[in-house]
């Protein structure tokens, strides 16, 4: 499954002109295409679950076109990413399912796309009732890095699993739902053979395969393009070049051994040398470079060592453990500007004995991983915290700098709205937050005064007024609009029929209490038009639009379409589904 810039085009109708306006049709086809993709029944072949629920989600993109489900959750704060994976199965799964534990009769094969089955009472299909069986699955997997990968099999009841013709797990027992875990070497591209057996005993049923590695966090293994959590891009960050090794005797730092480069400091092997040249004892090292930070915010550093060690960030020292100990962990954590460059020093000594040295980091929008150069490919951005208790998602290129942009409304406690620019790196600014009214929903896009930037309509669900929030190069101010005699209904814009005068805006359509519609247009003097009431055939367009959007806002399903496939979000079971 690959998922391209045509579906958000098409999605959300981007405007190529930077001065056109949303349209009535834009919106018409979109929610038209949603209730209708709704409607179709196709077989499910993917499924990823969702942890709480979404709340909301949109279709964003990040700066190298990778097209992105960012889904909030209310409760928790946290944005969420989904995006297809580029590791894991090749292919589909080959799968055999039994009748008994004892995996000797088979009654049934198929494909799956990822080994994740939350039977609960239920069984492998729904033609079977049995309530006792057996799986089998068989297929190749293929990696993104080259590491050590820890593989979990999270299973009720019994399970045996082997990588690379390797028996890594092996629990064949009843049990509740339990993990266990097998690590296993692999190599960056290359495909390996993989087999889970699995059997249920009566009762509750749960098979799922999940893997990690120190380059990404636990998840379960899907099939390459499918959907899952993060995504994915070159990382525009680390260090500037790889690291400057010096290398010296003893621990004093003055009789030079030699010099050289290292991509990653992960020197964890007792029997090998850090690098050819350098002694297995007593001896000491530098290693300096520059960090090319992403965003502005919190980052910890993580050192762990055998013996001493040393860690300075911008010339001041986080850690300072200069002493003989066994492998241990120190972790700091500093703020960090976007776009410094920052000068990052490690300094090591290995007395005797076994020896030990990995340093990793941790910032905003990615994971626990190694710090290297810039330039490698990485999976970001599993959750990221979000001002107070996020209501709804909206995607939009505000600047039209090519980036789609994210906006969310906080409709309880705050009444704000919050606006997050997608940075030179492909990363999410911190959000500009700004008061709208007591309880802010519906948004609408536009270029309110023609002045190339997109401006904003915001209705609050129980004021009687909307707010404009205008886009001032990438700083927006709000300001209340005209008010209405009673709380707005809803809000849509309505192009003028007649030769639009390019010194006033398209008219912004309020819904009244009693179902009727009166709108109201910007001037260019900074003024809005007395309340209109409005045509029959407006009535008619706006009364479709209000309809659709009310039967899109109260199902349990949310459809995007690209070429025989649906992604949905299926609310109900809190998960997103990929149906062909």
Not at 78 to 90: D, N, R, Y
Request: net charge negative; charged share 25%.
């Amino acid at each position: 499954m690959i998922i391209t810039k045509r579906i958000l085009d098409l999605f959300f109708c981007t405007q190529t002109n930077r001065k056109k306006i949303l349209s009535v049709f834009c919106i018409v086809t979109s929610l038209l295409s949603l209730s209708l993709l709704s409607q179709t029944k196709s077989k499910l072949v993917s499924q990823t679950h969702i942890e709480n629920g979404f709340d909301d989600l949109t279709l964003w993109e990040t700066k190298n076109d990778l097209p992105v489900i960012a889904g909030i959750q209310y409760q928790t704060g946290l944005l969420h990413f989904l995006s297809p994976t580029e590791q894991g199965f090749v292919g589909n799964i080959e799968a055999h399912y039994f009748s008994e534990p004892e995996l000797k009769k088979e009654i049934l094969t198929g494909k799956e796309s990822a080994i994740y089955f939350p039977y609960g009472g239920e069984s492998f299909s729904p033609d079977y009732a049995g309530d006792s069986f057996g799986a089998r699955w068989i297929g190749k997997i293929k990696s993104s890095y080259s590491e050590k990968y820890k593989f979990t099999t999270r299973t009720d009841d019994g399970t045996r699993l082997w990588v690379d013709g390797k028996l890594i797990i092996d629990q064949w027992k009843d049990m509740g739902t339990s993990e266990f875990s097998g690590e296993l070497a692999l190599t960056a591209g290359k495909e390996y053979n993989l087999k889970m057996e699995y059997y249920d005993r009566g009762g509750d049923a749960y098979a799922e395969l999940l893997w990690e590695s120190p380059s990404f966090s636990k998840s379960t293994i899907r099939k390459i393009g499918s959907l899952d959590y993060g995504y994915s891009l070159v990382t525009p960050f680390g260090t500037e070049t790889n690291w400057d090794a010096n290398y010296f005797k003893g621990r004093e730092f003055k009789e030079p051994i030699l010099k050289n480069k290292t991509d990653v400091l992960n020197f964890i092997s007792s029997a090998e040398p850090f690098t050819k040249g350098v002694p297995l004892e007593n001896f000491c090292a530098r290693f300096s470079s520059f960090l090319q930070v992403p965003v502005t915010g919190d980052y910890t550093f993580f050192v762990t060592s055998d013996d001493g060690v040393r860690v300075k960030i911008a010339n001041q020292t986080l850690i300072d453990q200069w002493t003989w100990m066994g492998p241990t962990e120190f972790s700091e954590t500093t703020k960090l500007n976007e776009g410094d460059p920052v000068p990052i020093e490690i300094e090591y000594f290995q007395g005797g004995g076994g020896k030990y040295l990995k340093l990793e980091w941790q910032g905003p929008g990615f994971v626990r991983t190694l710090l290297g150069a810039k330039g490698k490919k990485e999976r970001f951005a599993t959750a990221v915290p979000l001002p107070l208790y996020p209501g709804k998602v909206f995607s939009y290129d505000l600047n039209s700098d090519n980036k789609k942009d994210l906006v969310f409304t906080h409709p309880t406690y705050s009444g704000k709205v919050s606006i997050a620019f997608q940075n030179k790196f492909g990363f999410l600014k911190n959000p500009i937050e700004l008061k709208v009214g007591k309880d802010p929903s519906e948004i609408l896009f536009l270029d309110l005064d023609n002045d190339l930037d997109i401006d904003m309509i915001v209705r609050s669900k129980s004021d009687s007024q909307f707010y404009i929030l205008w886009n001032e190069r990438d700083s927006f101010r709000a300001e209340p609009g005209p008010k209405w005699k009673e709380p707005i209904q809803n809000i849509k814009i309505l192009p003028s029929y007649s030769k639009p005068n390019p010194n006033e805006s398209d008219y912004i359509v309020l819904g009244t209490k009693n179902g009727d519609y009166v709108k109201t247009k910007w001037k260019k003097s900074n003024t809005w038009t007395e309340f209109e009431s409005i045509s029959q055939q407006e009535s008619k367009e706006i009364k479709e639009m209000i309809s659709k959007d009310t039967v899109l806002s109260s199902s349990e399903k949310k459809c995007i379409s690209h070429q025989k496939q649906e992604i949905c979000y299926d609310k109900a079971k809190q998960e997103v589904q990929i149906f062909e």
